[in-house]
Each structure stands twice: as structure tokens, then as C-alpha cells.
């Protein structure tokens, strides 16, 4: 399995991006992908997910900013992200879950907010 994620970058506080994460090879049985995020001297946490099944799951913090999609043609999951603030900054990575042991992570992209 091979994640591509993009579509990081600067941005001013207030301001939007977009993730995107590509998924290829064997994904067969994938239960969910989500993205998760680590900011310096910190541990990676998860920021939002979306289930086979169309369930997702939100961080607290990020709740009614960031939205989650998937688009399975494509086997791809975005995040689009709105009303940035400086604690956003972190490295977000794509995650995609086949089972509790099984799983893969992209090689993440920076965001950066500005104050």
C-alpha cells in the first residue's frame, strides 16, 4: 500500500487548504483512512476519519472547521480545512486502516499558520 499526500503549505490564520491523500496497491479491505497530525515535541493525534461504512470521526478541536470526504473512485481522502489558527501547525499524515495491526502511513505534509 502506498499513501501520496499533498496540498500542504503557509497559510494565514483564518485562512483554508486542502489535503488530499492518494491510495494504491493492495488496499483491498480497508476499513477507514483518515488523516492524524504532529506538531513538534508532540505526539501524533488523530485530527478526523472516515469509515467504510460512512461513519466519521472529528477531533474536538477541530470540529466545524476541518471536513472530511472520500472519494472512492479515486481512493483518495481529503481534508479540507477552514478557519485555520497557529495550533493547527502541525505535520498532518494520511493513515489507512485495514485492521487494529494493520495499517499504513503516508509521509506526511507540512502546515504551517501564521499568526
Known amino acids: 500500500v502506498q499513501l501520496q499526500a499533498c496540498g500542504g503549505g503557509l497559510v494565514q490564520a483564518g485562512g483554508s487548504l486542502r489535503l488530499s491523500c492518494a491510495a494504491s496497491g493492495n488496499i483491498f479491505s480497508m476499513i477507514s483512512m483518515g488523516w492524524y497530525r504532529q506538531a513538534p515535541g508532540k505526539e501524533r493525534e488523530l485530527v478526523a476519519t472516515?469509515?467504510?461504512?460512512?461513519?466519521?470521526t472529528y477531533a474536538d478541536s477541530v470540529k466545524g472547521r476541518f471536513s472530511i470526504s472520500r472519494d472512492t473512485a479515486k481512493n483518495t481522502v481529503y481534508l479540507q480545512m477552514n478557519n485555520l489558527k497557529p495550533e493547527d501547525t502541525a505535520r498532518y499524515y494520511c493513515?489507512?486502516?485495514?485492521?487494529?495491526?494493520?495499517?499504513?502511513w503516508g509521509q506526511g505534509t507540512q502546515v504551517t499558520v501564521s499568526s
Open positions: 493513515k489507512l486502516t485495514k485492521s487494529r495491526v494493520t495499517y499504513y
Open positions: 472516515a469509515a467504510r461504512d460512512g461513519s466519521i
